[in-house]
């Protein structure tokens, strides 16, 4: 168990402190002032609410990535004593500061990836949010938290299940893993139906409150098929071992299968304060006053075998796992790309599948790439699949 020096509190560094995960990691923080500090808040354009943050938290350090923003920010401050920084560079040394315990990385995308490698560098713990970290770099940030002793604290609901199952089974071997998947909003329709699907349908997510961009990725099984490359890393598993399995009514969180075919599974209702609440108190649980389960509200929970034809994105996640090197790089970022692109109305749902596909084809595979290689990579990937997404003929979309 790790504790911290600092009278018993645990400092945090919380890295995209204003979005969906970074305001439910304060939540928690503020049901616990005496086990844990905000020591350190960023947010990348948000400055009305990091400010906000700060007020109320005051946190020794708050970064605003737009330096543009800077200004704002520091005006707003200047009466406290809270270090006022800006720019991505700020972020990625920020989280080197020695009085820092647990780094909790909820940065959107492929921008996680930098400021977590020189987190473990620095021999901090990470409570991981951003899964996009280990799926561009999983073998990379793996091997650099062993060098480095670091703990990767899984805060995914399916992966902190999956972390949870195995405690205590250090001598088990794991037969294989089923992440469980809600299915989105677009569960059994066809791709006639998702065809003219648009933003504001992909949003309305049936079971979890999440931002924009894993909300469509969820719509689109992405985000299952990205979960998978990251069980990967955080559980050292082969492409054999993990399966998916929708499971509309997002309680039972993900399984482990043993060996000797017994299962483990972690149920709850669908509340992220509580895998941001166990990763940051591990291994402690904590007693909170959260809504409990109850059987008797949930009388049928169904299971059923995702539908890959339609929903490309799991199988094509499945594909860069098996061939490796930076192919899970080149579909991490072709996605990202996608998605904004639909979010903005220039690229239907299905055709962000057509543009992750391409971009698989046509950037060069390297089978052991260096982070600078990622970093080309997801360049060069982001480059083709916005041209991609310009030449696309654009069919009306009902916004």
Known sequence: MYISSHQGIKNIAILGSTGSIGTQTLEVIAENPNRFKAYVITANRNADLLIEQSLKFEPAYAVICDESLYAQVKEALAHTSIKVLAGYEEVKQV?????????????????????????????????????????????????????HNVKLLPVDSEHSAIFQCLAGEDQNPIEKIILTASGGPFRGKDSDFLATVTRHQALKHPNWVMGAKITIDSASLMNKGLEVIEAKWLFDLSLEQIEVIV??????????????????????????????????????????????????????????????????????AFDALKTGGNMPCIVNAANEIAVAGFLHDKVGFLAMSDVIEQCMHKIPSITHPTLDDYLNTDKETRILAQNLIEQMPLKALTV
Do not use: C, W
């Not at 899964?131 to 793996?142: N, Q, R, W, Y």
């Open 95 to 147: 989280v080197t500061l020695p009085e820092i315990d647990i780094v909790l990385t909820a940065m959107v995308g492929f921008s996680g990836l930098e400021p977590t490698i020189n987190a473990v560098k620095a021999g901090k713990h990470i409570a991981l949010a951003n899964k996009e970290t280990l799926v561009v770099a999983g073998e990379l940030i793996t091997d650099l938290a062993k060098q």
């Open 247 to 316: 499971h509309p009514q997002s309680i039972v969180h993900s399984l482990v299968q043993f060996e000797d075919g017994s299962m483990k599974a972690q149920m709850g209702l669908p509340d992220m304060k509580l895998p941001i609440q166990y990763a940051l108190g591990y291994p402690e649980r904590i007693k909170n006053d959260y809504k409990r389960f109850d059987f008797t509200a949930y009388p049928t929970l169904t299971f059923e075998k995702p539908d890959m034809g339609t929903f490309r994105n799991l199988a094509y």
